[in-house]
């Protein structure tokens, strides 16, 4: 009921409060405020029930596939701190911050869990099941290489502006049978720009700013892990849904499937819009309902794990 109430009010939230007013291009910092506190807190429920479950000797599932999803959870709530100090509060670029190292820790951790779920079963799949993963990791992988990185071929399939001005001056005295002398055409003297300082709420430290310029260099390095890793995460979450459909705990891991998914719809979007992300889109909601499935199917299946023992201690 927690986990239901907070993506209702955080889904509310980015809708009555999330539109850009009239001539400003940035949201109040109050907002962003908001917003942050929204998705941290949902991923430290999560860790929080993460944790209870790995702590537990009733979890069915095993300790050590609850623990790797709570320390994936903790690892995100402290990536989307520095992620907040990074660009809200200290005005820096947030495209590589000290918040990837803590997002990448999650991912490994994250993949890790679902494979101890998954692996130590038998899971008889069928063909068409077999299929089904494939064809889900298929789009996944090509949806996130074309956001990430366009289309290769097209700018091949168009011509280059300064070709099709070339073809334009060729055909020109064709078409009027004379020939026009070319304009002497002044070169502009290039002047020197500074570079857009994006103010935050307060002044960065010396040593972010000087860890945020260290860290510019890994910009490319750092998009390809989000790739690889929500690709991966995409195909493992495609092979549990489909291995735990109609089992016994199958209700709390197409939860988590279904977290997967989102996490993996808000980092294509981000990946989308690029250098013009402008913090409080509404799209960002799916990271807080990423950590509320989460949270959600941790607190089910530890539920049910607790009614699976006391029916059986019943029965013996």
């Known amino acids: 009921m927690l986990c239901l109430a907070w993506g209702i009010v955080s889904i509310l939230f980015f809708l009555l409060f999330g539109a850009l007013a009239p001539g400003e291009d940035a949201r109040p910092d109050w907002f962003l405020i908001s917003i942050n506190f929204l998705e941290i807190f949902a991923f430290l429920l999560a860790a929080y029930l993460c944790f209870r479950k790995s702590g537990s000797s009733q979890i069915i599932s095993g300790r050590t596939v609850w623990l790797a999803l709570g320390l994936g959870m903790l690892a995100y709530a402290a990536g989307d ?5 990074w660009g809200t509060v200290w005005g820096l670029d947030p495209s590589v911050s000290l918040g990837d190292g803590f997002y990448f820790i999650s991912y490994v951790a994250m993949a890790i869990g679902m494979l101890l779920a998954a692996l130590p079963r038998r899971i ?3 063909i068409l099941q077999w299929v089904m993963i494939f064809a889900i990791g298929a789009v996944g992988i090509v949806l996130a290489c074309v956001l990430n990185f366009g289309f290769p071929a097209a700018a091949q399939l168009s011509p280059q502006p300064a070709i ?3 073809l334009q001056l060729v055909q020109a ?6 020939v ?11 002047t020197a720009v500074e570079p857009e300082i994006v103010a935050g709420i307060f002044p960065a430290p010396g040593w972010a700013q000087a860890l945020d310029t260290a860290l510019e260099q890994f910009a490319d390095p750092v998009a390809l892990m989000y790739v690889i890793a929500d690709c991966f995460l995409v195909v493992i979450a495609a092979a ?7 089992g016994r705990f199958s209700q709390s891991w197409k939860l988590i499937a279904i977290a997967t998914f989102c996490l993996y719809i808000a980092d294509m979007a981000f990946a989308a819009v690029g250098d013009n992300y402008n913090e409080g889109a509404l799209w960002e909601v799916f990271w807080i309902w990423s950590a509320l499935f989460f949270a ?6 530890y539920d049910i794990s607790k009614r699976s023992r006391r ?6």
């Open 81 to 85: 701190v520095f992620f907040f100090l």
């Open 173 to 178: 005295p064709a078409e009027s049978e004379t």
């Open 124 to 126: 008889d799949l069928s």
């Open 240 to 246: 549990l849904l489909v291995a735990f459909w109609g």
């Open 296 to 301: 959600a199917g941790a607190a089910i299946e």
């Open 164 to 166: 099709a001005a070339e």
């Open 311 to 316: 029916g059986s201690r019943r029965r013996a």
């Open 180 to 190: 026009v002398e070319p304009e002497t055409v002044v070169e502009p003297i290039e």
